[in-house]
């Protein structure tokens, strides 16, 4: 009679379970949201990025964060209006980075691409004051997908 055993995989035990939920540190912050779109989630992402930085031991960041926040929230408002968005909050590389994904069109001529990319970063004033006040860097970028969409950023140092 043959082993049914014999050639067989073996499970593995599991791993040991941490000792308990990880508390939120910088190292892991890293959230991201759908927001469908109007002024009102100018309000909603406000709130999740204070909430958040002070859970998460950034509270020191937490006035310029949640202004470039908000700023990234009602750019996409002004310049996509009704439209969902993406807003994405994370500590990397020694960095706050709050990035905002829009479905802004894209426009049929480089030269009106150019001209909305101008008009569209001239109106975050507030945004590169604040954000360069800290010492930090912001963006707009197009998204590159076949739709179009804008990607506009922050980043934000200790």
Not at 81 to 108: F, T
Not at 131 to 142: F, K, N, Q, Y
Request: aromatic fraction near 6%; glycine fraction near 8%.
């Amino acid at each position: 009679m043959s082993n049914p055993m014999k050639g067989a995989l073996r499970c593995l035990p599991a791993a040991v379970p941490a000792a308990g939920p990880i508390p939120p540190a910088a190292e892991n912050l890293s959230y991201s949201m759908l927001l469908p779109g109007g002024a009102f989630c100018a309000g909603h992402a406000r709130r999740a990025v204070h909430d958040l930085l002070t859970r998460h031991g950034l509270a020191e960041l937490r006035e310029t964060a949640v202004l470039a926040a908000s700023e990234l929230v009602a750019s996409a408002c002004r310049f996509t209006p009704g439209r969902e968005m993406a807003l994405r909050i994370r500590w990397q590389y020694d960095a706050l980075r709050i990035v905002l994904y829009d479905q802004h069109p894209a426009h049929p001529r480089p030269e009106a691409a150019e001209a909305c990319r101008d008009r569209r970063s001239r109106s975050m004033w507030l945004l590169a004051a604040a954000v360069e006040e800290r010492g930090g860097d912001w963006g707009l970028t197009p998204a590159l997908t076949a739709n179009g969409g804008a990607k506009s950023w922050a980043l934000l140092h200790r």
